[in-house]
């Protein structure tokens, strides 16, 4: 799902925060890898100007994700630095509304046919990535998968994740096994 691999640029790891997005390369490898649902080209290069407005866009993305699983707490990564709801939410429908998107149709050589957002005008690259990012951010946050959106609560985490299951509290196996170990580590080290 688009919209959750836009926030989730933001991980972590052991060593601390890492932004997919943080230089030109990392945005133009991550706009490469999304082309199909980006409606880029294979040569896609990021400006400067274009990663800023994406960056700019996702902590807005986070922003709502924050507050669609409240009252549960939002994810660790950036609660701190996040943009003011009201702001984010502006930023997020005025980058939507920049560009109308229309379905274009997918149809590989071995495989089914599919359809995907592109945005129908002839906006400038970056007003075209945006409202796509846009377009899913709302999909997600104004749909029924909402309700199952979550962030996930393992040390060091700081992804939002679709709930599959009752019993599903983690975003992978790694992080439930990573909180697991944890919490074992401190019944027996306070014990």
């Not at 922003?63 to 630095?81: E, M, Y």
């Not at 019993?167 to 697991?180: D, F, L, T």
């Amino acid at each position: 799902m688009l919209a959750l691999e836009f926030v989730s640029t933001v991980r972590a790891t052991r060593s601390g925060l890492v932004d997919a997005l943080s230089d030109l390369p990392g945005m133009t490898g991550w706009g490469r890898a999304h082309a199909a649902e980006l409606g880029l080209g294979p040569d896609f290069t990021a400006t400067e100007e274009l990663r800023r407005e994406v960056v700019g866009l996702r902590q807005a993305a986070r922003a709502l994700f924050a507050r669609a699983v409240a009252p549960g707490p939002p994810s660790g990564a950036d609660a701190d630095r996040l943009p003011d709801f009201a702001a984010s939410l502006g930023l997020v429908n005025a980058a939507a509304l920049a560009v109308p998107l229309a379905p274009r149709m997918e149809w590989p050589e071995d495989g089914s046919p599919f359809a995907v957002n592109v945005p129908a005008g002839g906006a400038d690259e970056s007003s075209r990535i945006r409202a796509v990012l846009a377009s899913a951010v709302i999909s997600l946050l104004a749909g029924p998968e909402r309700e199952r959106l979550r962030t996930c609560p393992a040390p060091r985490c700081v992804l939002y994740f679709l709930k599959d299951h009752g019993r599903q509290e983690w975003c992978s196996v790694g992080c439930g096994n990573r909180a697991r170990a944890a919490r074992h580590y401190r019944q027996h080290r306070t014990g």
